[in-house]
Structures are given as structure tokens and as C-alpha cells.
């Protein structure tokens, strides 16, 4: 049975969880067995409580947990009735490089935010600090991919209205098109009438048997002019066609000219270098520094993981912690822990200034790159229409000279039309009227075939017009199908904004309702949109509202709240993330650490809410806590950790 799971109604389905942690954190090895329902780890300081839970976050999705200092590799296994999933982790020169996984979720931002609820859980710490809620609560959605299919669906839309502003054309231009294919109609029969009635009167005229040869031959080569004035206005229209594109084409490729452009390809190709080699060099001093920073916050994670040479007995180290003395693993030296906890945390911001500066060049090549992608394909483009220039050129250049031949042709035609001409009025019983009646029948055929092509042109255009007009009905349930799911895409983020504060501001009240913290009335949330100068930006912005001794509410600040409140805060903030990305559907389990600011009562407050909507519950107390609660829920104390080698 796997153990993603549906929970919202919790069926406790999914039977055991058997945990097995070896060689993570300070555990040697270490071993529980989960039951649906709550369970508490009972341990006291620095007993590896934490250790067990990072444990058992890693194999779930979240952050992976260190190894042990004196070991290679550890592993955690996670099985539950029939699954089984595991974390393979190994140092590697200071490094936790993560060898083989299978883990219950691949999803690291739900488990880190929503499932793991330790100290270290982001939104805890960032109600502490009073950070950015808005954005760790939505940091789950892919915003830049709804970003991109409302761009895309955006798009698709316009294409849409532009094809159905079209099609309102067509059927505008339609009857204007379909009464200019009556009249040519029209215009043709008149033709036709024109054309029998001419060759009429030339039959009641007929010569006498040979005779007619020369008009028979003046005919023929009148229709061979006409033909050829034919292919002259052709070959013009398409001339005039060819320059009006070699037109564009030109003007299409000075926009590409490589003296317009800024950059080139070249010196783009040199500064991308450049900045991989400066990223290069800060890969090199991040993996330098990694290594110290890990092993030194492993070293003083837990008080056990400091081997007992290394440790002070003096007194006052019992008084203050952090003036225990260490010896250090660079030097040999004895330092006090607090100053390496200094040292260490001065070493992690330059680590981040690294990595910030690392980040910074990789969007500055990714820029760069993407710039340069676009100069390759301006170049391409150029290079695509120089070539199309060259082609216009040499078409135009070809059908020119066809022209100058027909219009030879045509010349030719002329004189041998006028000497024909002449020769038939020479022919006996022949007058000029009838000589003129053949011409009539020249001009009459030629206007019908100028006709006829006319209202082939025309009857085409009307069955495109027509064809395309049968498509209107599948775009316009594409547009609406289109419009629906732009609509879905815009109010996707706007919905589950609403949601998560919704959420939390019901949770938040049932929890203070449980908790019964005395003049605190009520812990809210407030969606706020942006201005008009920034419309797109919305922010989560917390209110307290206490009562004071007279009973009155007034509306006080987050600072003003004690250490416990805010933490429980920060608790439910995360858990209404949980409830609002509906984690319990991939991961229906949740790890509760570092409650110690609470008293057992609260504790148990807290633990039951979360029972009402997680299949699974596992929380880290403290041995006088887990007394008081032993009889309520399930304990499993640290003693059962194998003791270190």
C-alpha cells in the first residue's frame, strides 16, 4: 500500500510505519514504529530527537540530513505495509552528497514548508523574524508556469477574435462579391448575344470559295495578338507583384542589418565566457567553504556529537553553553563553542554573499545566452532574406526579358494584322464595314475570356469565403473554450490566495479557541491586492487583536506577542499551507519539533488539530512533557537509540 494517500476523511489505512536511521545526525542507529494517530518522541536535550526527525523529513521528501561525523554513509528506510522507501546519504570531503533515494514525494517544497515543523521550518522562522508570508505560502505554485499558459492561452485568444473579426469581414464582403459574379454573368450572356449577332451578318457575306483565305488567316493572327496581350498583362501584374515584395523584403532585412545591432555574436560569445569563468571561481570557493561550514554546524548541532576529548568540564560551561570550550579541528587550539559559532555563521554569510553573487552571474549568462540565441536567429533571418532578395531580383530580372520578347511579338503581330488588313480589302464583294465586323469578333472574344477569367477569380473567391465561413462555428467553441480557461488560469492564484488565508484565519481560531491564551482574541490574515502602479503584487499581512482588562478589543502588533504565541502562530501559518495545498493527499503525515516554549496542555491542543486532518502525527517532547501526555498518546523515548560506537 503506498502511502500517498486522500485524507480527507481519515481512515487510518495505511497501517504502520516502520523507521530505521542509521549512522544521520549523532544516531548510530535508531529505530521506531508509527501508528496512525499522534506519537510522541520523548527525549531530553540533546538525546537526537532532531536527529530522527531530519531523519525521517529526508526520507520524505524534505532537506537531507547530515551523517554522522564519524561515519561515511547513513541511510534511513521508511516501510509501511507494503512500500518501502529509503535515503542512502555519504560525506564526501564534508560533503552530504545523497548516493540512492527512493522517497515518498519528490514535491521538497511541500515537505520543508508544510509537513516538517521543526524550528528550522521556514515559515516558524520567518513569523519570528516577521518575513514575507506571501511568499513561502505560495511558493508551491508554479506561478511562471500559470504565467506562461495565460501568455500562451492570451495569444491563442487573440488569434481567435482576430479569425472571427475576419469571418465578420467575409460575410460583409460576400454579397457584394456574390452580385459582381451575377453581373460578369450578365455581362457574358450580353457578350454572347454580341458575338452571334456579329458572326451573323459576317455569314450572310460569305465569299466565294477561296476567297476567305485571307480573312480566315487575318483572324487567326488577330487572335494570336490577343493571346499574346494577354501574356503581357500577366507577366506585368506579376512584375508588379515581384518588386512590391522584393519591396518588403528589403525593408524587412535593413531591420537586421548587423550595423543596427548593438552586440554581435562574437563579443556576446566572449562575455558569456568570461562570466563562466568568474562562476567557475566562485563554484570553486563555495565548495571550499561548504565543507567547514557543515562540519563545524554539525559539530555543535547536538551536545553528544562533540567527542568527549574535545569537551570542558568547568563549571561554568553547565551555567553558559556556549562558553564551553572545543578544540579546534583546524588549528588544535582551545576555543570556546560560542566563538566558533561566531566564526562559523560569519563563514555562512560569506557562503550566501557567494552564492547570491553565484546567482547573480548565472541569470547574467542565462541573459546573455538567451541575447545571444536571439542575434544567431537575427543573423539567420537576414542571411534567409538576403537570399530571398536575390531570388525576387533574378525573377523579376527573368520575367522582364519574357516582357521585352512579348512585347517584340506583339509588334510583329501588329504589322502583319495591318498588312492582312489591306490585302483583304482588295478581295471583290468585300467593303470596310464587313472587315470592321471581324474586328468586332477579335475584341468580342477577347472581352468574354477576360470575363470568363473574371468570374472564375470571383467564383473562387466566394467558395474560399464560403469554406471559411463553414469554420466559424468550430472557432467560436474554441474562443469560448479558450476565454473559460484564461479565465480558470487568471483566478487560479487569486483562488488559493483567498483559500490559504481563509484557512488559516479559521484554523488559527480553533487553535486559540484550544490553546486559551488569555487576551489574545483573535490572530488574522488580510489578503492585500496591489496599487494601480503595481496591480500584480499581492502580500499576506498578519493582525493581532488582544482584549484588554476591561474586556475592550484593540488591535495590537506581531512584536507584542510572546515567543510561545508566535511560535504557535508560525505552527498553524504552516499548517494551513498543508490544508490548502492539500498535502495530506501526497504526504498525510506531519513532524512537530521544538515545542518546548509550550506547556503540555497547549501541546496536546496543538497536536489534536492537527490529528483532525494529518493520517499521521509525529511530535518531539521533552521527557517532563511526554509524562503528562503519555497517557493520551503513544511515547517512544530515545533510550532506544543504540549508543554510539
Keep these: 500500500m503506498s502511502l500517498h494517500n486522500s485524507n480527507s476523511d481519515i481512515e487510518h489505512s495505511l497501517g504502520e510505519l516502520h523507521v530505521t536511521v542509521r549512522n544521520l545526525g549523532g544516531?548510530?542507529?535508531?529505530?521506531?514504529?508509527?501508528?496512525?494517530?499522534?506519537?510522541?518522541?520523548?527525549?531530553?536535550?540533546?538525546?537526537?530527537?532532531s536527529s530522527f526527525l531530519r531523519g525521517v523529513v529526508g526520507v520524505l521528501g524534505g532537506p537531507t540530513p547530515p551523517v554522522k561525523s564519524d561515519a561515511e554513509r547513513g541511510t534511513v528506510t521508511l516501510r509501511s505495509d507494503d512500500e518501502e522507501y529509503y535515503l542512502e546519504v555519504e560525506n564526501r570531503d564534508g560533503r552530504n552528497v545523497v548516493t540512492g533515494a527512493n522517497r515518498v514525494s519528490e514535491s521538497s517544497n511541500l515537505c520543508e514548508l508544510f509537513v516538517a515543523l521543526g524550528e528550522t521550518n521556514p515559515i516558524r522562522r520567518s513569523i519570528l523574524a516577521d518575513g514575507d508570508l506571501y511568499e513561502l505560502l505560495m511558493r508551491p505554485v508554479d506561478t511562471a508556469e500559470i504565467e506562461e499558459n495565460i501568455e500562451r492561452l492570451s495569444e491563442r485568444k487573440r488569434e481567435l477574435d482576430g479569425q472571427l473579426s475576419e469571418f465578420d469581414k467575409m460575410e460583409d464582403r460576400l454579397p457584394g462579391i456574390q452580385a459582381r459574379a451575377e453581373n460578369v454573368r450578365a455581362e457574358l450572356e450580353d457578350i454572347e448575344a454580341s458575338l452571334r449577332e456579329v458572326r451573323s451578318e459576317i455569314e450572310s457575306q460569305e465569299p466565294a470559295s477561296g476567297e476567305d483565305d485571307v480573312f480566315d488567316e487575318l483572324n487567326e493572327t488577330r487572335a494570336k495578338r490577343e493571346r499574346v496581350r494577354d501574356q503581357i498583362r500577366t507577366q506585368q501584374e506579376a512584375v508588379r507583384s515581384l518588386k512590391t515584395e522584393l519591396e518588403e523584403v528589403i525593408t524587412q532585412k535593413a531591420q537586421f542589418d548587423p550595423a543596427n545591432s548593438e552586440t554581435?555574436?562574437?563579443?556576446?560569445?566572449?562575455?558569456?565566457?568570461?562570466?563562466?569563468?568568474?562562476?567557475?571561481?566562485l563554484t570553486t570557493t563555495i565548495n571550499a567553504l561548504s565543507p567547514i561550514v557543515e562540519m563545524n554546524t554539525q559539530l555543535l548541532d547536538d551536545g553528544e556529537e562533540?567527542?568527549?576529548?574535545?569537551?570542558?568540564?568547568?563549571?561554568?560551561?553547565?551555567?553558559?553553553p556556549t562558553s564551553r570550550t572545543v578544540t579546534c579541528w583546524t588549528c588544535g587550539t582551545a576555543v570556546e563553542q560560542g566563538e566558533i559559532a561566531k566564526q562559523v555563521s560569519t563563514v555562512r554569510e560569506i557562503l550566501q554573499e557567494k552564492r547570491d553573487q553565484r546567482?547573480?552571474?548565472?541569470?547574467?549568462?542565462?541573459?546573455l545566452e538567451e541575447q545571444k540565441r536571439e542575434v544567431e536567429q537575427r543573423e539567420?533571418?537576414?542571411?534567409?532574406?538576403?537570399?530571398?532578395?536575390?531570388?525576387?531580383?533574378?525573377?523579376?530580372?527573368?520575367?522582364?526579358?519574357?516582357?521585352?520578347?512579348?512585347?517584340?511579338?506583339?509588334?510583329?503581330?501588329?504589322?502583319?494584322?495591318?498588312?492582312?488588313?489591306?490585302?483583304?480589302?482588295?478581295?471583290?464583294?468585300?467593303?470596310?464595314?464587313?472587315?470592321?465586323?471581324?474586328?468586332d469578333v477579335a475584341d468580342l472574344e477577347y472581352e468574354r475570356g477576360q470575363r470568363e477569367n473574371e468570374l472564375a477569380d470571383i467564383e473562387a473567391e466566394i467558395e474560399r469565403l464560403e469554406s471559411n465561413l463553414e469554420r466559424r462555428d468550430d472557432v467560436e467553441d474554441e474562443r469560448d473554450s479558450v476565454a473559460t480557461r484564461l479565465r480558470e488560469q487568471r483566478e487560479r492564484i487569486e483562488s488559493l490566495e483567498r483559500e490559504l488565508v481563509t484557512t488559516f484565519n479559521e484554523?488559527?481560531?480553533?487553535?486559540?479557541?484550544?490553546?486559551?491564551?488569555?487576551?489574545?482574541?483573535?490572530?488574522?490574515?488580510?489578503?492585500?491586492?496591489?496599487?494601480?502602479?503595481?496591480?500584480?503584487?499581492?502580500?499576506?499581512?498578519?493582525?493581532?487583536?488582544?482584549?484588554?482588562?476591561?474586556?475592550?478589543?484593540?488591535?495590537?502588533?506581531?512584536?507584542?506577542?510572546?515567543?510561545?504565541?508566535?511560535?504557535?502562530?508560525g505552527l498553524v501559518v504552516a499548517f494551513a499551507g498543508y490544508l490548502a495545498h492539500d498535502v495530506a493527499s501526497e504526504l498525510p503525515i506531519v513532524v512537530v519539533d521544538a515545542v518546548e516554549m509550550l506547556d503540555a496542555e497547549r501541546i496536546q491542543g496543538l497536536l489534536d488539530y492537527f490529528e483532525m486532518h494529518a493520517e499521521y502525527v509525529i511530535a518531539a517532547v521533552l521527557p517532563e512533557e511526554a509524562t503528562e501526555l503519555a497517557e493520551t498518546y503513544p511515547t517512544i523515548s530515545t533510550a532506544t537509540f543504540a549508543a554510539e560506537s
Design 27 to 49: 544516531i548510530s542507529q535508531g529505530e521506531m514504529v508509527f501508528s496512525p494517530g499522534v506519537t510522541i518522541i520523548s527525549g531530553s536535550n540533546a538525546s537526537n530527537k
Design 359 to 367: 546567482e547573480v552571474l548565472t541569470e547574467q549568462i542565462r541573459t
Design 507 to 569: 484554523a488559527m481560531q480553533r487553535v486559540l479557541d484550544r490553546l486559551d491564551y488569555e487576551n489574545v482574541e483573535r490572530v488574522w490574515i488580510e489578503r492585500l491586492t496591489g496599487s494601480d502602479e503595481t496591480p500584480s503584487e499581492t502580500e499576506f499581512e498578519l493582525h493581532v487583536v488582544r482584549t484588554s482588562e476591561d474586556g475592550a478589543a484593540y488591535e495590537d502588533t506581531v512584536e507584542s506577542l510572546s515567543k510561545s504565541e508566535r511560535e504557535v502562530i
Design 380 to 439: 539567420a533571418e537576414r542571411e534567409e532574406l538576403a537570399a530571398d532578395e536575390q531570388s525576387l531580383e533574378a525573377e523579376i530580372e527573368r520575367r522582364e526579358g519574357l516582357l521585352s520578347e512579348l512585347r517584340e511579338r506583339k509588334t510583329a503581330l501588329d504589322d502583319e494584322v495591318g498588312r492582312l488588313t489591306e490585302e483583304a480589302k482588295t478581295v471583290d464583294g468585300r467593303d470596310d464595314a464587313l472587315l470592321d465586323r471581324y474586328d
Design 264 to 281: 554581435d555574436v562574437e563579443s556576446l560569445g566572449t562575455e558569456i565566457e568570461q562570466l563562466h569563468h568568474q562562476k567557475q571561481q
Design 306 to 320: 562533540i567527542p568527549r576529548e574535545m569537551k570542558s568540564d568547568e563549571i561554568v560551561a553547565e551555567l553558559d
